[in-house]
């Protein structure tokens, strides 16, 4: 089965009622229904107000829904904050679509795009090196973030509070070096991330630097890479050059989407 295909009767089992459920309820919301209690929600759902009380704490939480007074809600923040980075990211690919292809011109390496997503690095953009050995990343594809040069530059700016809170119920020793193991471990790395302005991260048969990009508020909202065959990367003096070059293009992203001066 795809994601395409029509449901059949065997395919329900692969359901996921409480998730149907926590949609449902912020389907429910509207210009006109700006406020609902939540014996007005299990009315709706058709279940009973201990069955939805978990969901609702869990979106609460999440910051989808907000408590007005004692039992009942409203949209929350989150659902604003998703809704505008999707279509940032858009405009952000827009913006950066041609610096990265004069970029895998200037330098024969494919680069990729991508943006954070909780703990996921998600890629929306990639100029592919038409060549032999290129990294070739779809867009679409989520990594951990600990786990890349691009997903660490995206948790680079975080503050240690606000790692923490993403952390608190994430194992990260389920993934093979050089990925860290804890989350200190993972301050250590991105305290050195931020002083040095990029990562180089190297995989089995290939090696990405990745540099991050800013807007006008001085945030990080995206990052960018090289990447490419080990060989080809292997020098020193060429991967010197291919920074120079990447982080050139992350300031010059950057100045589009108004940050003052380069990160």
């Known amino acids: 089965m795809t994601l395409h295909d029509e449901p059949t009767e065997r395919d329900t089992d692969y359901r996921v009622p409480a998730l149907q459920r926590g949609l449902s309820i912020v389907q429910m919301f509207s210009a006109a229904e700006r406020s609902l209690s939540a014996n007005e929600i299990a009315e709706r759902l058709g279940v009973s107000l201990s069955a939805i009380y978990r969901i609702v704490f869990t979106l609460t939480e999440m910051g989808y829904l907000r408590k007005l007074g004692k039992n009942s809600y409203e949209l929350g923040p989150q659902v604003l904050c998703d809704g505008f980075a999707y279509l940032a990211s858009r405009d952000l690919a827009d913006i950066a679509m041609a610096h990265l292809n004069a970029l895998r011109d200037r330098t024969s390496l494919s680069c990729h795009l991508s943006i954070r997503e909780q703990t996921d690095s998600l890629y929306i953009y990639r100029a592919f090196a038409a060549q032999r050995l290129s990294v070739n990343i779809p867009i679409g594809t989520r990594i ?34 050089p990925a860290p193991k804890t989350l200190p471990e993972l301050h250590q790395l991105l305290e050195r991330d931020r002083e040095r302005g990029w990562v180089l991260h190297r995989s089995d048969y290939s090696t990405a630097i990745a540099s991050a990009i800013h807007d006008h508020r001085g945030d990080v909202v995206a990052a960018i890479n090289l990447s490419g065959p080990e060989a080809v990367m292997d020098s020193p003096v060429a991967r010197e050059r291919y920074r120079e070059s990447l982080q050139q293009c992350a300031q010059a992203i950057s100045r589009e989407l108004g940050a003052r001066q380069p990160a």
């Not at 948790?155 to 240690?160: R, W």
Request: aromatic share 6%.
């Open 144 to 177: 951990p973030c600990h786990c890349t040069a691009m997903g660490r530059m995206l948790l680079s700016g975080l503050s240690p509070m606000e790692l923490d809170r993403l952390y608190q119920h994430v194992r990260l020793d389920d993934y093979p070096p």
